[in-house]
């Protein structure tokens, strides 16, 4: 029988956090469930005997660490896993998005979770243990028009996650980072989403579209929500069908989120393979290996 993990689990009022919660819970895991305007929004997890905890992930830094000292202080032997789960989509052109509303959209999905990750390694690093885990996205891999502050943002903090997954093995072996990539699932992400205001009229007809599109999804995402929850408790865990194998940094989730990903991976090769010659005439070549 395995010793019980606490988890830290951001976003909670919904989706995948609200699932992590119940799933964790039921398999008696200990589980410290944040979010914003906790006694309200989260109100619905109490039955579960989850520790509630109010937590903005825009929040001042120091805010935000003085939240990590008090979850740590919940449980003996302080947090075994964080999972950087709360999420925020703005949609729009990029010309009309503005700097505050990509500002908003870095605030949540980039920020927060590096901002929740330099405030918990000082104690991970300490006991050179403890699991990272963010909820990226299948939008870190490919583009998709009216999404660009949501694909930023986690374009962005996928590549930060790799370089700090580096560092750690250097400084921390013991800290694991993971980071799964999930496709359309059924959560409420597609009910949630918030649109820029109309700015330019050239765009209306594209504005109208692109809403239609997102109200097509709600309800008929190709994703289980409750099966993604169980594959990355796995992640972490070792067990079930990660069980024995050697787990890559970054594992996508959902039939969708997995072809885009293999699809971006092999148009890259296709455009390394075609463009090599190109590439590789930039070198510089000192004037003695040229005349040898």
């Known amino acids: 029988m395995m010793t019980a993990l606490t988890w830290f689990i951001t976003g909670c009022s919904s989706g995948f956090g609200e699932i992590l919660v119940r799933q964790l819970r039921a398999a008696g895991d200990n589980v410290i469930a944040t979010g914003r305007n906790a006694d309200t929004r989260l109100s619905h997890l109490k039955d579960t005997g989850a520790a509630i905890l109010d937590l903005d992930v825009t929040a001042p830094v120091a805010e935000i660490q003085a939240k990590i000292g008090e979850a740590w202080e919940i449980y003996p032997g302080g947090i075994d896993v964080v999972v950087n789960n709360a999420g925020f989509i703005v949609s729009g052109a990029i010309e009309e998005l503005t700097q505050e509303d990509m500002d908003s959209s870095f605030k949540v999905n980039f920020h927060g979770p590096l901002n929740i990750t330099r405030a918990i390694l000082p104690r991970f690093r300490a006991k050179n243990k403890g699991t990272l885990l963010y909820v990226g996205s299948q ?12 694909c930023a943002a986690k374009f962005a903090l996928s590549g930060a996650v790799e370089c700090l997954a580096k560092e ?21 992400v597609f009910s949630n989403i918030s649109h820029v205001e109309p700015r330019n009229p050239d765009y209306a007809q594209f504005n109208a579209g692109v809403r239609q599109f997102e109200a097509s999804l709600v309800g008929k995402e190709p994703g289980d929500a409750d099966k993604a929850v169980t594959r990355m408790i796995e992640l972490v865990k070792g067990t079930g069908m990660a069980a024995g194998r050697q787990i890559p940094l970054r594992v996508p989730l959902g039939s969708d989120g997995w072809e885009r990903v293999k699809t971006k991976c092999e148009e890259t090769i296709k455009i390394c393979e075609d463009w090599e010659e190109v590439a590789k005439s930039t070198d510089y070549i000192a004037i003695d290996e040229a005349v040898n």
């Open 139 to 150: 939008a870190a891999w490919h583009a998709d028009p009216s999404a660009g502050s949501y």
């Open 168 to 188: 750690l093995a250097i400084f921390s072996p013991g800290v694991k980072v993971l980071m799964v990539d999930p496709g359309y699932f059924r959560t409420k």
